[in-house]
């Protein structure tokens, strides 16, 4: 069974940081992109960052560019997400899915998503 | 303010066809593929329609995907409650460098 399993999320304060991780089983993980998309509560999809099959390329979106990282390890098969300087408008279910080609930047769909992890960003 | 526009809701009774739009630009849609995600309440989205009209394994063909341009548009015929979900259109922005999505528009089946 193809399967996405994210953790690490929780209650941080403001300008913390948190990081979260993905396990991946069930396929080849690292001939794969993957990503990070969030979802604030009550609000849509927001993509937050892409990471090619190996690692060369990587993507964020402007609103948490310079305080996201986003990396993958193949031999563990996990992604990962290090979020510094936490602001609350980054509370949000967050996201790993599976990318269908090797470059995020390729829009062929994310075939495979987790079940999201849980960041509350308050004081 | 979604890259992507879509209506905010759409409705039909049982058993008749829907169709949600998504439109976009020259940078997104007009040049790359779109896909269409269904989130059921309290779920995960799930993949729908990929390469603006290509179905992955396990989707009934009542789920069907277009293009044309810079738009794109999913149809969804014999409609029943357990459809009732938010869809989103997503593709890449070749200008923004950046993964777009759609608002969302959910379908209330009546």
């Known amino acids: 069974e193809v399967r996405l399993v994210e953790s690490g999320g929780g209650l941080v304060q403001p300008g913390r940081s948190l990081r979260l991780s993905c396990a991946a089983s069930?396929?080849?993980?690292?001939?794969?992109?993957m990503y990070w998309v969030r979802q604030a509560p009550g609000k849509g999809l927001e993509w937050v960052s892409g990471?090619?099959?190996?690692?060369?390329?990587?993507g964020y979106a402007d609103s948490v560019k310079g305080r996201f990282t986003i990396s993958r390890d193949n031999a563990r098969n996990s992604l990962y997400l290090q979020m510094n300087s936490l602001r609350a408008e980054d509370t949000a279910l967050y996201y790993c899915?599976?990318?269908?080609?090797?470059?995020?930047?390729?829009?062929?769909?994310?075939?495979?998503w987790g079940q999201g992890t849980t960041v509350t960003v308050s004081s | 303010q979604s890259v992507l526009t879509q209506p905010p809701s759409v409705s039909a009774a049982p058993g008749q066809k829907v169709t949600v739009s998504c439109s976009g630009s020259?940078?997104?849609?007009?040049?790359?593929?779109v896909s269409w995600y269904q989130q059921l309440p309290g779920t995960a989205p799930k993949l729908l329609i990929y390469?603006?009209?290509k179905r992955p394994s396990g989707i009934p063909d009542r789920f069907s995907g277009s293009k044309s341009g810079t738009s794109a548009t999913l149809a969804i015929t014999g409609l029943h409650t357990g459809d009732e979900a938010d869809y989103y259109c997503?593709?890449?922005?070749?200008?923004?460098?950046?993964?777009?999505f759609g608002g969302g528009t959910k379908l209330t089946v009546l």
């Open positions: 899915a599976k990318h269908r080609g090797l470059d995020f930047r390729e829009s062929y769909g994310m075939d495979v």
């Open positions: 069930g396929f080849t993980f690292g001939e794969f992109a």
């Open positions: 990471i090619s099959w190996k690692s060369d390329t990587l």
């Open positions: 020259t940078s997104n849609i007009g040049n790359n593929f």
């Open positions: 390469e603006n009209d």
């Open positions: 997503g593709t890449w922005d070749s200008s923004l460098s950046s993964w777009v």
